[in-house]
């Protein structure tokens, strides 16, 4: 899949979008510098860079939003608008925005207004520019537009409430706004990191249509290279709010010259594995082979790490039979039955000790819920399962702590799951006052070192708490804390899914060695592929609560059987795949 | 709960928005704190020293405006105003501080209790609280001041029972905020007990709000108590307290408007210095005002 | 929709029931027997018995309870045991002027509030929103009673523009009713309104850093017509809540205030019984006080359900 091919070529007669050193601070922090970049007509730029790099900053100064503490220099044109973007008066602004420039934004839910029916928001915007002569017009446009996004039923739909659609049907929405005045300039500002993989490719398919169709020129802001090599011609990289290097597509993916370039592909090419099978990171790039140089078609990402799947001989670590989680929701009606939703519903399996197991599923496939469930931290509403010799269903607090000493975990949020008003010292020796585990606090302290050391990070950080550290120190100090105890089984909630890319293949190399040192038994879940493919033999993929289908990771890559998982698979876009299309 | 919301989702390193570089610090913590300290400074200074005596009547000098002899002047008695205001905080810091300690030994345990154990527990604490609110801090002493008769015990009690539920509100809408917390999870898969999950990770992040909840109900505390004493139904005379000496002044509002002005102040005073601290702390511990929204 | 309204409904008659028992409980059971309190101390257990069958006190507290109950819902609170008057005339006629007082109080701090609180955050970094936060910061200082002594003291005993105290039903005298209602509508409203700017003003600044905003301005709407297109019905949202609590202090602020300003409401019926010892009277006004703040609570929560479309259809 490839959307940016459907580009129309920019030959308009001299540049929809001109910028020129553009800078933005916060005071004497400097935040952007002197950026500049050009934009042909119905050109798709991509602007990337991980957090703090700057990038929304750039977008939201071009559309004059940018919040009154920042300052802003440099000069900024659009063709046909005379005055400067960056200068120009609200009043001018105001009727540039919406109609001329626009914008779509990460969070749809966040970005309607919960209170508004989403028809009504989608006819404001022509209303305001009038572009519609009267409210019926705008009413039925509107309906027109949410039919032109393929949202279902879209006459039913202009009367819903944000919250009553679904995630990427929000996002349609947003996109049916932003473009329901012809803008000449769309700005995207990670409009699909919010989204499942199979809605996120749907939705880059929807914005690459509508964008070609219109001969819109469109800025495209994100972190995920996959994304960009999918959608835009031409790159900017920014880090740290410098413009690092800028040029087509294939050249920067292919001969990128710029180090920090070359760290980020690395990084983000989880198909690529240096001399000892581990990712490449910031301080191995050097030795990095981008895809489009390695020959004609993606070579099978090695796994030297996920072997005998078949080996699992051994009697089974995690046994798991027709487990099910349902939940209750409030009664639609006065004395009838509570809605049920099931979470989880007759889920099967085992794994046997050593084995690395990835679960995949998107948002509200029950992924999560299982892991919970097994780490003992919730309750199945039906079925058995037994980890490492604990039966959970309706065991009591104390019957799992022999549970608690083989299995930990490692949650996605690096700073939700550190207590920010514990030292790191007591957060990693927390495991320790487990019963029956008698250690002095010498000795714990002592553990603590040991652990620090083995993460990566210096003794002194015992002593300091978690705001004090990056997120993928923290990450660090979750898995030094997951493994003080050396359980048998490390479980591991979206490790990863939190970190800039550069910082994630750090993380999971660390993982990768720590899972061989310690000869632990993974359970990963993940909504990225790409991540389970790297770390896992093997894999589970599950949808609406229930195992769609499981198996040796390559051969369900390869060959999957159901089309569930076809469709994930299709859909997730892996930046390998991406540059090796032809162009 | 829905599943949806125990599935995290892919998170985008870039979900900060630019937020304001950390704004101005904080005056009101400054401010607040330094009328709260003055105001306990002299109810202890009252305990040693005073002008004159408050309660000695001196006729001669009555209703006299502020001079070298009586700084602040004297009431329809003759008693010093001063000494009076001095000796009037007393009454004010101990209701305030004993019913603020009733309702926080009360409601912290119940709000951590029903936000740790959910289910039958929270409902009916919270539906407990509920009722209790219908029941305001100066109606529930009215109350008492008819059973028992009117005393500082019985406005204590009632005020700080009043307050009982706004503690175990906050108490358990934080402790449900820490529980949801992974930090929680995580100490919870390290086999950790309720008890010390309470203790070690519950009390300590909800502490600041705590804090900023006993500044606030102070301040209620103050404001009900000066009613209570307007009203003639708070610590009985001759002890003197701002509200009543309020009430004394009714008479000579037209007339002597000095007499209610300066207790008047005074509770102001208190009330503004307790709200003052509660801004402050909710300023200097709210990690939004840092970062910007999130 | 339906179903969470009758879910409020049927919460507001639980906690009605409720507060009736806990008020039967703290003024009828902790004191002790009526009859001995309206005895007087040396009275011979005869005289103590013939009064407590007259009282009906003689009989089982759970058969007094439902009694009183019953009464209450025929809206009969019994007769006094110390005056021996009906109470529930009396209870009726002050309920009105107390009405009277508390709402137009409130009408006046929420006129007063709504635009202040919303200029305050509109102009949070700047002099003029400067300005409303402090004098709000101040007026919340100064309670209510005080302000009615101020206002007293300066517009009626030293300038002679409005009477000091009193009350006139509004059908016998409209404008001495209107002149006699200025100063206490204001020393209500005064600390009110105060209060209600803070939370307006939070409120207004928490949606002014919504998503959803940006994506108004982002439409090309300007940022006033952005925040009272899409953030002033948000706003509004937290706001009902406080209006409602805030309602409840005004209840109970009223009797005060009617006592610094001799207005004959519910507040003044209060505290004379309490000063008489007259228990069942006390009760009765505790409860009806009770009931209205209950009243309010109910019609806050249909108002939050019509208002948002997410509580509708809510999971809890």
């Known amino acids: 899949?490839?959307?940016?091919?459907?580009?129309?070529?920019?030959?308009?007669?001299?540049?929809?979008?001109?910028?020129?050193?553009?800078?933005?601070?916060?005071?004497?922090?400097?935040?952007?510098?002197?950026?500049?970049?050009?934009?042909?007509?119905?050109?798709?730029?991509?602007?990337?860079?991980?957090?703090?790099?700057?990038?929304?900053?750039?977008?939201?100064?071009?559309?004059?939003?940018?919040?009154?503490?920042?300052?802003?220099?440099?000069?900024?044109?659009?063709?046909?608008?005379?005055?400067?973007?960056?200068?120009?008066?609200?009043?001018?602004?105001?009727?540039?925005?919406?109609?001329?420039?626009?914008?779509?934004?990460?969070?749809?839910?966040?970005?309607?207004?919960?209170?508004?029916?989403?028809?009504?928001?989608?006819?404001?915007?022509?209303?305001?520019?009038?572009?519609?002569?009267?409210?019926?017009?705008?009413?039925?446009?509107?309906?027109?537009?949410?039919?032109?996004?393929?949202?279902?039923?879209?006459?039913?739909?202009?009367?819903?409430?944000?919250?009553?659609?679904?995630?990427?049907?929000?996002?349609?929405?947003?996109?049916?706004?932003?473009?329901?005045?012809?803008?000449?300039?769309?700005?995207?500002?990670?409009?699909?990191?919010?989204?499942?993989?199979?809605?996120?490719?749907?939705?880059?398919?929807?914005?690459?249509?509508?964008?070609?169709?219109?001969?819109?020129?469109?800025?495209?802001?994100?972190?995920?290279?996959?994304?960009?090599?999918?959608?835009?011609?031409?790159?900017?990289?920014?880090?740290?709010?410098?413009?690092?290097?800028?040029?087509?597509?294939?050249?920067?993916?292919?001969?990128?010259?710029?180090?920090?370039?070359?760290?980020?592909?690395?990084?983000?090419?989880?198909?690529?594995?240096?001399?000892?099978?581990?990712?490449?990171?910031?301080?191995?790039?050097?030795?990095?082979?981008?895809?489009?140089?390695?020959?004609?078609?993606?070579?099978?990402?090695?796994?030297?790490?996920?072997?005998?799947?078949?080996?699992?001989?051994?009697?089974?670590?995690?046994?798991?039979?027709?487990?099910?989680?349902?939940?209750?929701?409030?009664?639609?009606?006065?004395?009838?039955?509570?809605?049920?939703?099931?979470?989880?519903?007759?889920?099967?399996?085992?794994?046997?000790?050593?084995?690395?197991?990835?679960?995949?599923?998107?948002?509200?496939?029950?992924?999560?819920?299982?892991?919970?469930?097994?780490?003992?931290?919730?309750?199945?509403?039906?079925?058995?399962?037994?980890?490492?010799?604990?039966?959970?269903?309706?065991?009591?607090?104390?019957?799992?702590?022999?549970?608690?000493?083989?299995?930990?975990?490692?949650?996605?949020?690096?700073?939700?799951?550190?207590?920010?008003?514990?030292?790191?010292?007591?957060?990693?020796?927390?495991?320790?006052?487990?019963?029956?585990?008698?250690?002095?606090?010498?000795?714990?302290?002592?553990?603590?070192?040991?652990?620090?050391?083995?993460?990566?990070?210096?003794?002194?950080?015992?002593?300091?708490?978690?705001?004090?550290?990056?997120?993928?120190?923290?990450?660090?100090?979750?898995?030094?804390?997951?493994?003080?105890?050396?359980?048998?089984?490390?479980?591991?909630?979206?490790?990863?899914?939190?970190?800039?890319?550069?910082?994630?293949?750090?993380?999971?190399?660390?993982?990768?060695?720590?899972?061989?040192?310690?000869?632990?038994?993974?359970?990963?879940?993940?909504?990225?592929?790409?991540?389970?493919?790297?770390?896992?033999?093997?894999?589970?993929?599950?949808?609406?609560?229930?195992?769609?289908?499981?198996?040796?990771?390559?051969?369900?890559?390869?060959?999957?059987?159901?089309?569930?998982?076809?469709?994930?698979?299709?859909?997730?876009?892996?930046?390998?795949?991406?540059?090796a299309m032809p162009n | 709960m829905t599943p949806g919301a125990m599935t995290p989702g892919p998170v985008s390193p870039e979900t900060l928005k630019p937020g304001p570089v950390r704004p101005r610090p904080v005056p009101a913590l400054l401010i607040g704190g330094a009328i709260v300290a003055l105001i306990a400074l002299t109810a202890l200074l009252s305990l040693v020293f005073t002008p004159f005596d408050p309660l000695q009547a001196n006729p001669p000098v009555r209703l006299q405006g502020p001079g070298p002899q009586h700084w602040l002047g004297t009431d329809n008695l003759g008693r010093d105003l001063l000494s009076r205001i001095l000796v009037g905080a007393r009454i004010t810091l101990l209701v305030g501080v004993v019913s603020v300690g009733i309702a926080v030994l009360i409601g912290t345990p119940l709000g951590i209790w029903a936000g740790m154990r959910r289910g039958a527990v929270e409902e009916i604490t919270m539906r407990a609280s509920d009722i209790l609110l219908a029941f305001p801090a100066l109606l529930l002493a009215i109350m008492f001041a008819a059973i028992y008769g009117a005393s500082t015990v019985s406005a204590m009690a009632a005020i700080g029972l009043a307050s009982v539920p706004g503690f175990a509100r906050v108490a358990r809408a934080g402790t449900l905020q820490v529980m949801n917390a992974e930090y929680v999870l995580a100490a919870r898969a390290a086999a950790q007990r309720p008890l010390r999950i309470a203790v070690r990770h519950v009390l300590p992040n909800i502490t600041g709000m705590l804090l900023i909840q006993c500044s606030v109900t102070f301040a209620l505390a103050v404001l009900a108590e000066a009613a209570l004493s307007f009203l003639g139904l708070g610590t009985p005379p001759p002890v003197p307290s701002w509200g009543r000496m309020l009430q004394e002044s009714q008479q000579y509002w037209g007339t002597f408007p000095l007499m209610a002005l300066w207790p008047g102040l005074a509770i102001a005073l208190a009330v503004m210095g307790f709200n003052l601290l509660g801004d402050g702390l909710r300023d200097a511990l709210d990690p939004k005002l840092g970062r910007g929204k999130a | 929709m339906l179903v969470r309204i009758a879910g409020n409904l049927a919460r507001f008659l639980l906690s009605l029931l409720a507060a009736t028992v806990l008020v039967f409980a703290l003024m009828r059971v902790l004191p002790g027997d009526p009859a001995v309190i309206a005895a007087g101390q040396n009275a011979s257990p005869e005289i103590v018995a013939s009064l407590a069958r007259q009282f009906g006190t003689d009989r089982p507290l759970p058969v007094q309870y439902w009694d009183w109950f019953s009464g209450l819902w025929r809206g009969d609170f019994g007769v006094s045991y110390v005056t021996r008057a009906d109470i529930s005339p009396l209870v009726a006629d002050k309920v009105q002027v107390s009405l009277i007082l508390v709402s137009a109080a409130m009408v006046l701090a929420l006129a007063i509030a709504i635009p202040a609180g919303t200029l305050a955050a509109v102009r949070h970094n700047k002099p003029s929103g400067a300005l409303v936060s402090a004098a709000s910061q101040l007026g919340i200082a100064i309670p209510g009673f005080l302000l009615g002594i101020v206002l007293v003291s300066f517009f009626a005993l030293r300038l002679g523009w409005l009477p000091a105290n009193g009350w006139v039903a509004p059908g016998v005298d409209f404008a001495g009713f209107l002149s006699r209602l200025v100063l206490p509508v204001m020393a209500l409203a005064g600390v009110q309104s105060a209060i209600l700017v803070r939370y307006i003003r939070s409120a207004v600044l928490e949606v002014m850093h919504e998503d959803y905003l940006r994506t108004a301005r982002a439409k090309g709407l300007s940022r006033m017509r952005a925040l009272g297109r899409h953030g002033l019905r948000n706003a509004a949202i937290p706001v009902l809540t406080v209006t409602g609590v805030q309602f409840s202090a005004l209840i109970i602020g009223a009797v005060v205030i009617e006592r610094v300003f001799v207005i004959p409401g519910l507040g003044s019926m209060l505290l004379a019984a309490v000063g008489n010892r007259d228990l069942l009277t006390v009760q009765s006004v505790v409860m009806v006080l009770v009931a209205i703040t209950l009243i309010v609570n109910l019609l806050v929560d249909v108002l939050y359900t019509v208002l948002d479309p997410r509580i509708r259809a809510a999971v809890r």
């Open chain 1, 1 to 579: 899949m490839r959307n940016r091919d459907t580009a129309s070529a920019g030959a308009g007669t001299g540049n929809l979008l001109e910028v020129s050193d553009l800078s933005v601070s916060a005071g004497s922090k400097a935040l952007v510098s002197s950026l500049s970049f050009s934009m042909a007509a119905g050109e798709r730029i991509g602007l990337i860079g991980e957090s703090g790099s700057g990038k929304s900053l750039t977008a939201t100064a071009l559309l004059g939003l940018l919040p009154d503490e920042l300052t802003v220099s440099g000069t900024a044109h659009l063709r046909g608008f005379g005055p400067d973007l960056l200068t120009a008066s609200d009043k001018a602004m105001q009727d540039l925005r919406g109609d001329e420039i626009s914008m779509v934004f990460q969070e749809p839910l966040s970005a309607l207004n919960p209170l508004m029916k989403v028809g009504a928001q989608v006819a404001e915007v022509m209303l305001q520019h009038r572009t519609v002569p009267n409210r019926a017009a705008a009413r039925r446009r509107a309906v027109e537009l949410l039919a032109s996004v393929r949202i279902p039923d879209p006459a039913q739909a202009a009367g819903a409430y944000p919250h009553q659609l679904s995630g990427g049907q929000r996002q349609r929405v947003m996109v049916a706004m932003a473009l329901a005045n012809d803008p000449q300039l769309l700005l995207a500002d990670e409009p699909t990191t919010a989204l499942d993989v199979t809605v996120q490719s749907q939705v880059l398919e929807l914005i690459s249509a509508q964008v070609s169709e219109r001969g819109t020129g469109l800025l495209f802001i994100t972190h995920d290279l996959a994304v960009v090599a999918n959608m835009c011609t031409r790159v900017l990289v920014l880090n740290k709010g410098r413009l690092v290097e800028s040029g087509d597509l294939d050249k920067i993916f292919s001969a990128p010259e710029h180090p920090y370039t070359r760290a980020l592909l690395a990084a983000s090419d989880l198909s690529a594995t240096d001399g000892r099978g581990r990712l490449f990171t910031v301080e191995t790039a050097a030795a990095y082979v981008p895809p489009a140089l390695r020959g004609g078609t993606p070579p099978a990402a090695p796994t030297p790490q996920a072997p005998r799947s078949e080996a699992a001989a051994g009697p089974a670590l995690i046994s798991a039979t027709g487990l099910g989680r349902t939940y209750h929701r409030a009664r639609t009606t006065p004395f009838g039955p509570r809605p049920v939703v099931n979470a989880l519903a007759d889920v099967s399996f085992t794994v046997a000790p050593g084995e690395r197991v990835g679960i995949v599923g998107e948002s509200g496939s029950g992924k999560s819920t299982l892991l919970r469930i097994l780490a003992g931290l919730d309750t199945p509403t039906s079925g058995q399962a037994t980890v490492a010799g604990t039966s959970i269903a309706g065991a009591r607090e104390s019957d799992l702590v022999p549970l608690r000493n083989a299995l930990q975990i490692v949650f996605q949020d690096p700073l939700g799951s550190l207590d920010p008003r514990m030292k790191v010292a007591d957060i990693i020796a927390e495991p320790l006052l487990v019963p029956g585990r008698k250690l002095d606090a010498a000795g714990r302290l002592a553990e603590v070192h040991r652990m620090l050391g083995l993460v990566g990070l210096d003794a002194e950080s015992a002593h300091r708490y978690p705001h004090q550290f990056s997120g993928g120190q923290r990450q660090r100090i979750s898995i030094a804390r997951a493994l003080v105890n050396r359980p048998r089984i490390l479980v591991a909630d979206e490790p990863v899914s939190a970190l800039d890319v550069s910082v994630r293949a750090q993380v999971l190399n660390l993982i990768a060695d720590l899972v061989d040192e310690y000869a632990l038994t993974l359970l990963l879940v993940s909504h990225d592929l790409s991540v389970v493919r790297h770390l896992c033999g093997r894999v589970i993929v599950m949808k609406d609560g229930r195992i769609v289908e499981s198996g040796d990771t390559e051969q369900i890559y390869n060959h999957p059987a159901h089309p569930y998982t076809a469709q994930l698979i299709s859909s997730s876009l892996d930046l390998s795949e991406e540059l």
